[in-house]
């Protein structure tokens, strides 16, 4: 849209904008005798604009319309505006908070910062209507852009993705004989949206345990047949990350990149190890149409397409189908098998993790003893906490009749393919984390929506991720985290479709997998700032632990530290993080936060505490595990640096 309206031309007309309608507002006369260019409060201009809605003009338009992106141009140097915007949603609670409008002037100007003065909300029959004014910079001939929030277009997600493939482009010629460390980087176009927009799928990792083997062509994706699908990597798990499948939730491709940025750094050995150990496969853009078409939360034919995921059409919902079968895919062929010795439950739905199940076995072990002392078998466990992989399964097929050659790379969910799915432990899954990035405007702070369990152990093993965040970030805040069973079947108010159809639980109830999460980022502000722990072994590299004060507003250089956090968290939940600040918290070590977790867990339920006796005992071996544990990391980290590791075991000898 683009039209000239007292003088000036507002414009939409570029990737994410969004503007319906413009009016200039007539001034009393009173107003005018203001003098020459009015008082400080007094406009030289005053303008009346309308967003709009998801899907406008078409059968499909819908009541969201909270997204606002537009630019003015023509405007005297110096001079003050003032825009009321007619009809948004109602956000007054995001509002009272301290949430403002942004603006940038091209080219004066480049970088988004929030407009100076507090804007000015009413309700006027039913229509929430949010007022604003700005002062023209004193140089012509620029154009000044407002919006909602943040912006990260198709375009821009485009722009960066080619600067990834030209930086990476040697990739292509990586194979099982190339240096263990190189970082494996694939960009591939999964499927084209209902507008032929590109929906990506990036794969990240090293090329430790590659396969001459390649993934296969899944059914009804990957169109390009001229492309050769990543090659397969044994012994590695995968973490499963996507982002804004509602468009105008900005906050989340922030999130997005700075977790991409992350696992790409070629020198930080926490970026080495998360390749090493993970093979990351991330979607940018789950609805690249609506983000193209400046909507706030559906696609052209007005879905919330973070409804679908139960039944999703591979026409109708492309990206939601894809998603879907890339995870299915994974969570059965890159199954892990755990040694047969290792522990297992008789029911495999409540099996704890691995690093779990050793820790509680050999503290079972010692109380039932009545023991502090520590056991051979569980030093030596203390090697690594992450999952045991003798192989990764290949041929799952062997597993259930329904993978056949035929049917192995098409999505299936009837209930028999849903128990086979399903039948797999979690700690087995070929997936490791699947994360769902969103925006929020009425809760504040950068949280996550998890699924509840009855199970105790499993209960831990969820919420013990979100924790690490916290410890890694000074702006995630656990305590706003939901674990409930209420917030996996709520229905929302303004189209009545239940969570249940949300990434989050519909993976969660087709494959299993515990650390299913919806990360969720308020788009103005926290509500408290955690205070990080120092490094271990960093040498002062690793960023270092910010100011304590007030919550800040948010700025995407927060939200990308969130994004850093989530892949540092990934490292620290199988305690192989060459730069853990766990030693450094009130937690000492991994075993130490879980047992904290298991208490936690148990205060949430109301359960009886643990009896004297058995606590005490508990607290003995905890401590002294504690200690070898901290050493064992200690010793661990001089890896890092060999010729001090080499000069101090001589000493030892």
Request: charged share 25%; with cysteine.
């Amino acid at each position: 849209m683009e039209t000239r309206c007292g003088g000036l031309l507002f414009t939409s007309k570029f990737d994410s904008g969004n503007l319906a309608r413009v009016e200039r507002c007539c001034r009393d006369e009173s107003d005018e005798g203001a003098g020459p260019g009015g008082s400080p409060l007094t406009p030289d201009f005053e303008f009346n604009v309308w967003t709009k809605p998801d899907a406008a003009g078409t059968p499909h338009e819908n009541g969201n319309r909270s997204w606002f992106h537009f630019g003015v141009k023509g405007y005297p140097p110096g001079k003050l505006i003032k825009i009321n915007i007619m009809n948004m949603n109602k956000q007054g609670k995001l509002y009272s908070q301290g949430m403002t409008p942004l603006y940038k002037t091209i080219p004066h100007q480049p970088k988004w910062q929030r407009i100076r003065d507090k804007p000015t909300y009413e309700t006027d029959n039913g229509n929430f209507i949010l007022s604003f004014t700005h002062r023209f910079a004193e140089t012509r001939g620029g154009t000044t852009y407002f919006t909602f929030c943040y912006p990260w277009s198709y375009t821009e997600c485009q722009e960066r993705l080619s600067q990834l493939d030209e930086k990476f482009s040697a990739c292509k010629d990586l194979d099982p004989k190339s240096t263990p460390d190189c970082i494996y980087y694939k960009r591939e176009l999964v499927t084209l949206s209902i507008d032929k927009n590109r929906i990506d799928l990036i794969t990240i990792t090293s090329c430790h345990g590659m396969q001459e083997e390649r993934e296969p062509r899944l059914d009804k994706l990957f169109p390009e047949k001229d492309e050769p699908r990543p090659h397969k990597f044994k012994g590695k798990r995968v973490f499963f990350l996507s982002s804004r499948v509602h468009p105008g939730e900005t906050p989340s491709s922030f999130v997005f990149n700075g977790f991409l940025d992350f696992i790409l750094r070629e020198e930080d050995p926490r970026a080495r190890q998360l390749r090493k150990q993970y093979v990351f496969k991330l979607i940018p853009l789950l609805n690249p149409d609506g983000v193209a078409r400046g909507h706030y939360r559906t696609d052209q034919r007005g879905v919330n397409l973070n409804r679908m995921y139960l039944t999703p059409d591979p026409v109708l919902h492309p990206s939601v189908f894809a998603a879907k079968s890339i995870l299915i895919y994974h969570h059965v062929h890159n199954r892990v098998i755990q040694p047969t010795n290792s522990p297992r439950h008789e029911n495999s739905r409540t099996q704890p993790s691995p690093a779990q199940a050793k820790d509680n076995s050999a503290n079972d072990r010692r109380t039932q003893n009545g023991t502090n002392e520590t056991s051979t078998s569980d030093k030596e466990n203390l090697d690594e906490n992450r999952p045991s992989v003798t192989e990764t399964e290949e041929q799952s097929s062997s597993d259930s009749s329904m993978w056949t050659s035929d049917s192995s790379t098409s999505i299936s969910v009837t209930e028999k393919d849903l128990e086979f799915y399903r039948s797999i432990p979690h700690n087995e899954s070929g997936i490791a984390f699947y994360v769902d990035l969103h925006g929020h405007a009425s809760k504040r702070g950068c949280f996550i929506y998890g699924n509840h369990f009855d199970n105790d152990f499993e209960a831990v093993e969820c919420m013990l991720f979100p924790k690490l965040i916290s410890l890694n970030s000074a702006h995630f805040d656990f305590p706003g985290c939901n674990f409930t069973e209420k917030n996996m079947y709520t229905k929302d108010k303004r189209d009545g479709m239940s969570k249940e159809g949300s990434g989050r639980v519909a993976m969660y109830k087709t494959i299993g997998i515990i650390h299913s999460y919806t990360l969720e980022c308020n788009y103005n502000m926290g509500r408290m700032t955690n205070c990080i722990a120092a490094a271990t072994m960093d040498n002062g590299r690793a960023t270092p632990p910010p100011m304590a004060g007030f919550p800040p507003k948010y700025t995407p250089e927060h939200f990308e530290e969130v994004g850093r956090a989530m892949a540092i968290a990934a490292l620290d939940i199988t305690d192989t993080n060459p730069w853990s600040r766990i030693a450094h918290s009130e937690h000492t070590c991994v075993y130490n936060l879980r047992q904290w977790m298991h208490r936690y867990v148990r205060s949430l339920r109301g359960a009886p505490p643990m009896p004297r006796r058995m606590a005490r005992v508990t607290s003995k071996t905890s401590r002294l595990a504690s200690k070898l544990r901290t050493l064992w990391s200690l010793l661990r980290g001089l890896s890092f640096f060999p010729a001090f590791s080499h000069s101090f075991l001589r000493q030892r000898q």
